[in-house]
């Protein structure tokens, strides 16, 4: 079965803290993500790589950074946690060769991060 | 700038029909996705359109008009498992997908 794996379910950090959010996909996906979900406000994308060491900047990017050193593991990281980035945080991953499937994304199960 | 939208939340009563709709406004069309997100679970995937008109598959049916930037996702036979989040999302193009806010369907007895 195929499997995007989060490092954490629950985190609970202090402002301040940096923080890691690993992420995995067994499925040798060229295409990570990380998105946040907020009630009201639905997905929003953070930042996207498209292969190892490769990234892009999403939607809502300030405040965070991410890493791609093996194609498998895409981790996001928040250099000093702030009570706003307090949220459900979502990775993803999805095949370039969108001629065997509709490129779908394969999400994770998500890490739910509160900053005190 | 970009935008989908969708209704909040709907309530429906099993072995009903259900329609959820969704507009949209974006940059770049390359698709629309539909997902179900059940709650303190990942979101999954359960329809794609790119061509106009009405994909089915099972209980669920996807429609799509491009030139009014609107979709429906259509459920038959609710079941009370079918109580969830329903996510419309966009390809813009490229790698990107944007996502609606969601529309919570409580399936009730």
């Known amino acids: 079965d195929v499997k995007v794996t989060q490092s954490s379910r629950y985190l609970v950090k202090r402002t301040g803290e940096k923080v890691f959010l690993e992420c995995v996909q067994d499925m040798d996906h060229e295409n990570m993500f990380w998105y946040r979900q907020d009630p009201g406000l639905g997905l929003r994308l953070i930042y996207f790589s498209y292969d190892v060491k490769m990234k892009e900047k999403g939607d809502i990017p300030e405040g965070y950074s991410v890493s791609r050193e093996k194609k498998e593991r895409f981790s996001l990281i928040l250099e000093s946690a702030s009570t706003n980035q307090t949220s459900m945080y979502l990775c993803?991953?999805?095949?370039?060769?969108?001629?065997?499937?509709?490129?779908?994304?394969?999400f994770g199960e998500g890490s739910r991060l509160t900053v005190l | 700038g970009q935008n989908i939208d969708q209704p909040t939340e709907m309530t429906a009563t099993e072995g009903a029909i259900v329609q959820i709709n969704c507009t949209y406004q974006?940059?770049?069309?390359?698709?629309l996705f539909w997902y179900q997100q059940h709650a303190g679970e990942a979101p999954t995937f359960l329809s794609y359109n790119v061509l106009d008109g009405l994909e089915e598959k099972g209980r669920f049916s996807s429609f799509l008009s491009r030139s009014k930037g609107y979709s429906y996702l259509l459920l038959k036979e609710l079941q009370m498992k079918d109580s969830a989040s329903y996510l419309c999302?966009?390809?813009?193009?490229?790698?990107?997908?944007?996502f609606g806010a969601g529309t919570r369907l409580f399936v009730k007895a």
């Open positions: 974006t940059s770049g069309f390359n698709g």
């Open positions: 993803a991953s999805s095949p370039t060769d969108r001629s065997a499937n509709t490129g779908e994304l394969f």
């Open positions: 999302a966009v390809n813009t193009g490229g790698f990107k997908t944007i």
